[in-house]
């Protein structure tokens, strides 16, 4: 069964700093790019960074650059999120997910984990 789990969601004071992973089980990440998306209460899914199956080519949305780093070990079939200077705007269930390519439409991603909740508050 091919399934991702996110994991490392808490609690954090703005500013501080978390790190998410997404790890696969049931398929090799080799072949294929991961996402990060995330979703506050009342809005829509949003693309938060992605980076292709080599890694050799990364993304982030605006409200992001600077801050979030997106990276990946396929060996241990995991992708991970580092995201430094939080801010309660970043407040949302980070979900990652898996397709051939990197894009931001949602509905093209093939696999999807359960999400891991992020809230920075102080």
């Known amino acids: 069964q091919l399934q991702l789990v996110e994991s490392g969601g808490g609690l954090v004071q703005p500013g501080g700093s978390l790190r998410l992973s997404c790890a696969a089980s049931g398929f090799t990440l080799d072949y294929y790019a991961i996402a990060w998306f995330r979703q506050a209460p009342g809005k829509e899914r949003e693309g938060v960074s992605c980076?292709?199956?080599?890694?050799?080519?990364?993304n982030y949305a605006d409200s992001v650059k600077g801050r979030f780093t997106i990276s990946r070990d396929n060996a241990k079939r995991t992708v991970y999120l580092q995201m430094n200077s939080l801010k309660p705007e970043d407040t949302a269930v980070y979900y990652c997910?898996?397709?051939?390519?990197?894009?931001?439409?949602?509905?093209?991603?093939?696999?999807w984990g359960q999400g891991t909740q992020v809230t920075v508050s102080s």
């Open positions: 980076i292709s199956l080599s890694g050799g080519s990364t």
């Open positions: 997910a898996a397709r051939g390519v990197c894009t931001v439409i949602a509905g093209l991603y093939n696999y």
